[in-house]
């Protein structure tokens, strides 16, 4: 009979073996009644492409499963679940190009999918999968929609789509690439239509507010906080010259600067652009707006770019002085932000001040550093200062001018302090088939009826043709079975809405499901949901930094403003991985540099490539992948089981030396997991390994070997499981606990200090950690180069401070 150290390790063996015992065993099940902590673990669930998972992918799968099951051996019950962000355009546009039904294509990649991630080793509860095209989940989605109805969150405005008038059809963004149609070519245009809106303004400040107690990186905090755009300022009312039944509204965060205000702008698309325009100036005007409305907002909002606009004829009332100030268009101002209309003030704004150079409108200072006007009118200044040119307030620094500017408005009725989002309301609807169809039913009597909860789910029908259907509308707008209906009020003929919920709608509370993921009474138990969520480690790529994560932010407040759970944030912890390139660039199937998993664990097994993928580098950086540094890791899982097997037969008795490389090395990697240094976890193992090779001629004791196989095991979890039951046991590692250490251990026996002369470090020595004054002061004067110091000196005084310096005080 071969001993166990005489054995080599053989990943590809031992790793099939404890995958068909896991899945003997179900050892990856939830158990709901266990008086353990609970822990809710979850990554960002995949839309199931066609394309298969690469070692980028792995990366993020393979940190959550760690993660994981680091906290099982800590003692926690962790809830760590996996399922389908099913429905969107690509399963869609495969159906045109084949004519395969989405669903049928969808459960192809899904199977897929999860059977790459079984090869990872992940420990997913699959039990609890969900699917968000699957109509017991989406009944629910439904229902939230009508919750939202219900409460005035869901709404219909006439809203610009993307059109493409070639293919006479809707797109989506990211099928508009550089202004075109991505099918055709054509130009992209806009076209209005009436959309299923959520009002996620209404919880701005909510959403700003409760970002602050996230445990999340800040950027994703950053990027959060910009999107929604909170500024203050005040609303301030504008009479037109002539026209005593239209007014003018702006929003300006600089209302101290209003007597500098010397003409107002309306975005093109403003409504009173086509009332206020003079005869003379039509033509002009209406050109400048078609050309405009192709723009898109970004390109119109580039700073530098050269400013363009028109003149209406019209001009409007200073609310303070009567002065007459003539209106201009021009597209640098935005219809979907404030009020869509401004009034410039060029001495002291960048852009303003552009367009008053460019078409020589007046200029005035109202804003000085030093209380002086410039000597030269036609300047910029956008800091802080005092008002000048502003009658009764001169004087008043910005802040103060603010206050009395708007105290004066207010008095007059014309204007107040207000706060403007740049966030907007939530187009909630797509011209598309494979989507949640929209609850909602037409009745020419009762207007926009939702669809009653106990005829959820509306479930989507078979069609024959995908595409959309160029009136603009979704495919379901064909099919007559489906369109007409009875009104659930009034029993008259009525019509179905046709339109489907955008690809975001699913994932926006996916993470409330897992815990009851088979409830057909209700979306989810109040009880379970309470028990696990928010959510504990949320794991995910940072391209989700805003939409997703706003849009479950809002549902998650939602569902608590509905009184179906007690939190008000799904994800109280966050953490972004870092991509993996491939010569620098990020790997994509499109891009065609894809490492494939299957090559890799061929050669190393699974064990190996998920540590790799964890040394590749800091897990929130991105990291080039390197297949040597792969090998390098294998090669190190080798020594790791040699170094563990030698012994386990016949473990040698435990001694000083091992004990206290044993627990530094419990310290090490417990505080870099803990700090989510996973690279430097893997490190602590080598550095481990390395100085246990000094210790292998007396032996290694059997505390090292079952050190080896907890820790190891969530990363290496088929390593660990191996090394677990050569130690003799039947039940799986993870029913463990991670070790502890005894911070006894950690005292260094020797330490090297430094000696002060006179305050001055002349040498280094080492002395017993634990030396007397005593001891320390006479090792510090027998050194030989302190000696030549002392020299002929009196030392008056002597320091020591223990584990660090001695300091000779001489004369
Ligand atoms: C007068 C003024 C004077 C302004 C000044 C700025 C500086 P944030 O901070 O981003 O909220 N603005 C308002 N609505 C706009 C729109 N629809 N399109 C383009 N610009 C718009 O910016 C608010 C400021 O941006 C507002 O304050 C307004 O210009 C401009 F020395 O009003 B301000
Ligand atoms: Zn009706």
Not at 26 to 49: A, I, N, W
Not at 393 to 414: P, T, Y
Not at 649 to 667: G, M, N, S, V, Y
Not at 765 to 791: F, H, P, R, Y
Request: glycine share 6%.
């Amino acid at each position: 009979m071969t001993s166990q150290s005489e054995r080599d390790y053989q990943p590809t063996e031992v790793e099939k073996k404890w995958k068909a015992r896991w899945q003997e065993h179900g050892g990856d099940k939830v158990r709901e009644d266990s008086t353990r902590t609970k822990y809710y673990c979850l990554d960002m669930f995949p839309y199931p492409s066609g394309a298969g998972l690469h070692v980028g992918h792995w990366r993020g799968y393979t940190i959550s499963d760690v993660w994981s099951r680091y906290k099982t051996l800590q003692g926690y019950e962790v809830l760590h679940p996996m399922g389908w962000d099913a429905f969107g355009l690509p399963a869609e546009n495969y159906a045109i190009q084949t004519g395969i039904h989405p669903a049928i294509s969808t459960a192809q990649n899904v199977a897929n999918f999860k059977r790459q991630l079984a090869d990872i080793g992940a420990m997913y509860d699959w039990d609890r999968e969900i699917n968000t095209s699957d109509p017991s989940y989406y009944k629910w989605t439904q229902y939230f929609f009508v919750q939202m109805f219900k409460r005035g969150l869901a709404y219909r405005k006439k809203m610009p789509i993307n059109w493409c008038p070639s293919c006479k059809t809707g797109l989506a963004n990211e099928e508009v690439v550089d202004g075109k149609c991505d099918r055709c070519g054509t130009e992209v245009t806009k076209r209005e239509m009436d959309q299923w809106m959520l009002r996620i303004t209404a919880y701005a400040d909510r959403l700003l507010e409760d970002l602050k107690d996230l445990d999340w990186p800040d950027k994703v905090k950053r990027m959060q906080t910009a999107w929604i755009g909170r500024s203050e300022g005040a609303r301030i009312v504008f009479d037109i010259d002539g026209k005593p039944d239209a007014q003018i509204e702006v929003f300006s965060t600089r209302p101290d600067t209003l007597y500098g205000a010397t003409y107002m702008v309306l975005a093109p698309e403003h409504p009173l652009v086509e009332a206020i325009t003079t005869a003379d100036k039509r033509a002009a005007v209406d050109l400048y707006v078609s050309e405009a409305l192709k723009k898109s907002a970004i390109a119109r909002q580039i700073v530098d770019k050269t400013k363009t606009g028109e003149f209406t004829g019209a001009y409007a009332v200073h609310p303070l002085t009567g002065a007459k100030m003539p209106i201009w268009i021009a597209d640098y101002v935005l219809m979907d932000y404030g009020t869509g209309a401004i009034m410039a003030v060029p001495a002291h704004d960048e852009r303003d001040f552009e367009f008053a150079e460019a078409f020589n409108l007046p200029i005035v200072q109202v804003v000085a550093p030093d209380g002086q006007a410039p000597d030269h009118e036609r300047t910029l200044y956008t800091g802080p200062g005092t008002l000048i040119n502003s009658e009764d307030l001169n004087g008043l620094d910005v802040e103060a001018g603010k206050r009395a500017i708007v105290v004066k408005l207010e008095k007059l009725d014309r204007g107040e302090a207000t706060v403007s989002y740049r966030m907007r309301d939530w187009v909630f609807a797509r011209q598309r088939y494979w989507g949640e169809p929209i609850p909602i039913i037409h009745c020419p009597t009762c207007g926009a009826v939702p669809v009653p909860e106990d005829q959820l789910p509306v479930l989507l029908p078979e069609v024959e043709r995908y595409e959309p259907t160029g009136t603009g509308e979704s495919p379901l707008a064909a099919i007559e079975s489906f369109v007409h209906t009875t009104c659930p009020e009034c029993g008259g003929p009525a019509r179905r809405e046709t339109d489907t919920m955008p690809q975001w709608a699913g994932s926006s509370w996916y993470f409330l499901r897992y815990p009851d993921p088979k409830n057909d009474e209700a979306p989810f138990s109040r009880e379970k949901a309470n028990e696990w969520l928010p959510v504990d480690m949320y794991i995910g790529g940072v391209e989700h930094a805003v939409l997703h994560l706003l849009y479950a932010r809002f549902f998650t407040k939602v569902i608590y403003d509905i009184g179906l759970i007690d939190f008000v944030e799904p994800f109280k912890q966050l953490f972004n991985q870092g991509m993996v390139t491939l010569n620098g660039a990020k790997m994509s199937k499109s891009k065609g540099n894809v490492v494939n998993p299957d090559d890799m664990t061929t050669l190393h097994g699974v064990d190996a490539l998920r540590m790799y993928e964890l040394f590749v580098g800091p897990p929130e950086d991105d990291a080039e992948w390197n297949t040597n540094g792969l090998e390098g890791v294998s090669r190190f899982l080798h020594r790791l089981y040699r170094t563990a097997a030698a012994n386990i037969d016949q473990p040698a008795p435990t001694r000083p030396a091992l004990e206290k490389l044993r627990h530094r090395f419990i310290a090490t990697l417990s505080e870099r997991m803990e700090s989510f240094r996973l690279n430097t976890a893997v490190s602590a193992f080598m550095e481990y390994i390395n100085a246990l090779s000094a210790e292998s001629e007396a032996g290694i004791d059997r505390e090292t070997i079952e050190t080896l196989a907890v820790t190891i095991a969530p990363f290496a979890p088929h390593l660990g499981e191996e090394l677990w039951s050569l130690l003799g046991y039947t039940e799986s590692v993870f029913t463990a606990t991670w070790p502890t250490y005894d911070g006894k251990w950690l005292v260094d026996d020797e330490v090297d200090i430094a000696v002060q002369v006179n305050g001055r470090v002349r040498a280094h020595i080492t002395v017993a950690a634990d030396a007397a004054a005593d001891t320390a002061i006479a090792s510090a004067k027998a050194d030989s180069e302190i000696a030549g110091w002392l020299a002929d000196k009196q030392v008056v005084k002597e320091i020591y401070v223990p584990g660090r310096l001695v300091n000779l005080v001489v004369k």
